[in-house]
C-alpha cells in the first residue's frame, strides 16, 4: 500500500519547495541522501561553518555551510552530521569547492541512516541571497495563512449573523485547519466533531479520532478554552463553559491556526451564553452520526464504538430504530434547542439505553433504543413514543409522526433508520396514532418513492378523479364516504354508524361512487384499486 507523506504545516514551506526557488537552483542542487523526506518543513534558514553549529539550532532550519565545520576525520564527520540529525534540523545543503569537491562517504552514509535531506550545491551561490529568498518565501506563506484566518473569521460570522449556528462555525474551522475539529462540554462530554470537506484521503472519521487519541492528548493540539458563568457568580478565572479542540491527524498545526481558535471560541462563547444550546449541539453531532449510519457513509462495523463516544452503551440484546418526524414550518430554527432538551428530558425516564439524535434540515429526530429482546418492543415502542410526542408537543402544537421499526442488529442498523425515515415521511397525513409500525407503511413508502412519477398522478385521476370533481363542484362530498367504507372493510353498517347516517342515505351515496366511477364496490380488485388511489392522493395532491 502506497504510503502517503505527511502534509507540512500551513505557513511554512517544505524542503522540495526552497530547492526549486532560483537562488538555490542556480547553484544546481543534488539530493544525495533522504530524497524521500524532502517534505519536511522549513521552518528558518541558518548559514554557518562551526564544528558545534548543532548546539546553535533549534530544529527545523535549512543549514547552508561549504563544510568548513565538517571536520577531516570520519568519525568528525559522522558526529557532526549525527548531531544536526538529532537536533532535528531540516536538511543540509554543502556547496562543493572551496572545502570538498565531492562530498565525504561518512557523511552521506550518516545522513542516510539518520533520515536527513543532504544536498549539494556543485556551483557557488551567495548565501545571504538564499536566506533572503526563502525567509521572503515563509513570510509571504505565514501572511496567506493569517488572510486566510482573517476570512474564516469574517466567514463564521456572516454565517452565525445569516442564521447558521455553531455546527457550521466548526466545519468552517475545520477546512480552515485541514483536521478534525471537537467541541467538548468543560465535563469532557463531546457536543460535535466536524472534520473537513472533502475529507483527506484514508481520513478517520472524527469519531474514531475523539475516541482514539483525545484521552491520551496528541502533541501538537489546539486547545481553546470557551468562556462561561460559573452559577450565582458571573464570569471569572477559571470559568470555562466548553472547550474548542483541534488534532492535528491530517496535518500539523501552525501558530495561526491557536490564533483562529482563540477568535473561533469567542464567537462560540457569545452563541453559546445566547442561545444555551448545548443539548441541542450533542443532539444534532448524535443525529450527524445517526444519518451517515443511515446513509451507508459509515462502516457498521465501526458504529458501536462510535455509539459509545456518544454515549450510548446498549447490552447485546437487539437494537429499535426509531423516527420522529415534525413540521419542519412548526419549529422555528431557535426553537430547536429547546425541543432536544425536552425530549431528551422525557425519555431519560424510559428505562432503556436510547441514542437520541437531531436533523434540522429535514425536521427529524432519529433514534437507537436498546432493548433487551424483540419481545419488548411493543412495549417499549410504547414508552419511548409518548416521551418523544410529550416533548415534541411543547414546541409544536402539531402532534408529531413517530415510526418504529423492526429489531435490528449494528450490521442492519442502518437499513433500519432508512426505512424508518422514509416511512416518517410517507406518513404525513395518515391518522393520528402514537405510533407506526414500519411494517405496515411498506404501501405507503413505495407510494411516496414513486410521488415523482408522472403515472403516479395519472393513476389517482383514472381511478377517483370523477369522485373528485363531483366533491369540487357539489355537495355532500362522497369522498369521506368512500373513505370510510373502505377503512371498514367494506362493512355498511359501520361506516353508516361512524357517519351518523341512516343506512338509506348510505346505500344511495354509495350507489352514486359507483355510478360516477363506473366500477362495483364489492370486488375485490376495484377495492383494492381505489385503496392505493386514496392512499396515493397524499403524495401526489
Not at 543534488?30 to 528558518?44: F, G, I, K, N
Request: charged fraction near 20%; charge should be neutral; proline fraction near 8%.
Amino acid at each position: 500500500m502506497e504510503t502517503l507523506a505527511p502534509s507540512p504545516p500551513q505557513g511554512t514551506i517544505t524542503v522540495a519547495r526552497a530547492l526549486e526557488l532560483p537562488a538555490l537552483r542556480r547553484g544546481l542542487p543534488e539530493v544525495v541522501a533522504a530524497a524521500d523526506r524532502l517534505h519536511r518543513p522549513v521552518r528558518w534558514v541558518h548559514a554557518g561553518e562551526a564544528p558545534n553549529i548543532a548546539a546553535l539550532l533549534k530544529g527545523g532550519e535549512l543549514l547552508l555551510t561549504t563544510g568548513l565545520g565538517l571536520g577531516s576525520r570520519p568519525a568528525e564527520q559522522r558526529a557532526f552530521v549525527r548531531g544536526l540529525a538529532e537536533r532535528d534540523i531540516a536538511a543540509l545543503v554543502v556547496e562543493l569547492g572551496s572545502r570538498f569537491t565531492a562530498l565525504p562517504a561518512a557523511v552521506v552514509d550518516t545522513a542516510r541512516s539518520h533520515g536527513l535531506p543532504l544536498v549539494q550545491l556543485h556551483h557557488e551561490v551567495p548565501f545571504v541571497a538564499v536566506t533572503e529568498e526563502i525567509h521572503t518565501e515563509l513570510v509571504n506563506e505565514h501572511y496567506a495563512l493569517l488572510r486566510r484566518a482573517e476570512d474564516v473569521h469574517r466567514r463564521c460570522t456572516e454565517v452565525l449573523l445569516g442564521g447558521g449556528g455553531v455546527p457550521e462555525v466548526l466545519r468552517l474551522f475545520a477546512d480552515f485547519a485541514g483536521n478534525p475539529v471537537f467541541l467538548e462540554a468543560s465535563d469532557g462530554r463531546l457536543l460535535y466533531a466536524a472534520g473537513p470537506a472533502p475529507a483527506p484521503p484514508g481520513a478517520a472519521d472524527p469519531l474514531q479520532v475523539w475516541d482514539g487519541l483525545r484521552a491520551a492528548g496528541l502533541p501538537g493540539s489546539v486547545v481553546a478554552d470557551i468562556p462561561g458563568h460559573h452559577p450565582g457568580h458571573g464570569p471569572g478565572p477559571g470559568a470555562v463553559r466548553a472547550r474548542l479542540t483541534v488534532l492535528p491527524v491530517n496535518a500539523p498545526l501552525a501558530p495561526v491556526h491557536r490564533i483562529a481558535a482563540d477568535r473561533a471560541a469567542g464567537l462560540l462563547a457569545v452563541v453559546l451564553l445566547q442561545a444555551r444550546q448545548e443539548e441541542e449541539l450533542a443532539a444534532r453531532g448524535r443525529g450527524d452520526f445517526l444519518t451517515d449510519l443511515a446513509e451507508d457513509r459509515l462502516d457498521a462495523a465501526d458504529a458501536p464504538a462510535q455509539a459509545r463516544v456518544l454515549g450510548f452503551r446498549p447490552g447485546p440484546g437487539p437494537l429499535l430504530p426509531v423516527v420522529m418526524r415534525m413540521a419542519a414550518d412548526l419549529v422555528p430554527a431557535d426553537s430547536w434547542a429547546a425541543v432536544a432538551g425536552a425530549v431528551h428530558k422525557e425519555l431519560s425516564g424510559v428505562g432503556v439505553p436510547v441514542l437520541l439524535g437531531v436533523r434540522l434540515p429535514e425536521g427529524r429526530v432519529p433514534l437507537l433504543v436498546g432493548l433487551r429482546e424483540e419481545g419488548e418492543r411493543a412495549a417499549v415502542a410504547d414508552r419511548v413514543a409518548a416521551a418523544l410526542r410529550a416533548g415534541a408537543e411543547r414546541a409544536s402544537a402539531r402532534p408529531p409522526v413517530v415510526v418504529v421499526g423492526a429489531p435490528v442488529t449494528w450490521a442492519t442498523a442502518g437499513a433500519g433508520l432508512r426505512h424508518a425515515a422514509e416511512a416518517a415521511t410517507a406518513a404525513q397525513g395518515l391518522p393520528e396514532r402514537p405510533w407506526h409500525d414500519v411494517r405496515r407503511l411498506d404501501v405507503d413508502v413505495l407510494l411516496w418513492r414513486l410521488r415523482s412519477h408522472g403515472d403516479l398522478a395519472a393513476y389517482v385521476d383514472r381511478v377517483i378523479g370523477p369522485l373528485l370533481a363531483h366533491d369540487a363542484a357539489s355537495r355532500p362530498p362522497l369522498l369521506p364516504t368512500l373513505e370510510t367504507f373502505l377503512a371498514r372493510g367494506g362493512c355498511k353498517a359501520e361506516t353508516a354508524r361512524e357517519l351518523h347516517l341512516n343506512r338509506q342515505t348510505l346505500y344511495d351515496r354509495l350507489g352514486r361512487i359507483g355510478r360516477l366511477l363506473g366500477t362495483d364496490l364489492e370486488d375485490p380488485e376495484t377495492v383494492l384499486a381505489l385503496s392505493l388511489a386514496l392512499r396515493a392522493r397524499r403524495h401526489v395532491g
